[in-house]
């Protein structure tokens, strides 16, 4: 079973940057998107964004657009997400997942990354 491990995570302050890592454990994995995930304290998990395996190409949510990118690593089996301009309203855990079909549910999920930014 492949595994999602995430990393990056931590406290910052308000304008200050993070980048979250999510890298599988399986090199020969190869799913066809992945994506980030953040669920704020109270609030339901929302989609961040997400990142066509083959091509690259990237989804992001209008909450996020301009703020946040995501990128990959094929060699590594990893993805990234480049936070900026943070806000405390970024404050969340924030997950990694994964699928390996086109269309359905997100299968393969990371533990999550604590990200606070504080004001």
């Known amino acids: 079973q492949v595994q999602l491990v995430e990393s990056g995570g931590g406290l910052v302050q308000a304008g200050g940057s993070l980048r979250l890592s999510c890298a599988a454990s399986?090199?020969?994995?190869?799913?066809?998107?992945m994506a980030w995930f953040r669920q704020a304290p109270g609030k339901e998990r929302e989609l961040v964004g997400s990142?066509?395996?083959?091509?690259?190409?990237?989804f992001y949510a209008d909450s996020v657009k301009g703020q946040f990118t995501i990128s990959k690593d094929n060699a590594k089996n990893t993805v990234y997400l480049q936070m900026n301009s943070l806000k405390p309203e970024d404050t969340a855990v924030y997950y990694c997942?994964?699928?390996?079909?086109?269309?359905?549910?997100?299968?393969?999920w990371g533990r999550g990354t604590q990200v606070t930014v504080s004001s």
């Open positions: 399986e090199r020969t994995f190869s799913p066809y998107r």
């Open positions: 990142i066509r395996w083959s091509s690259g190409s990237t």
């Open positions: 997942a994964a699928r390996v079909v086109v269309v359905g549910d997100y299968n393969y």
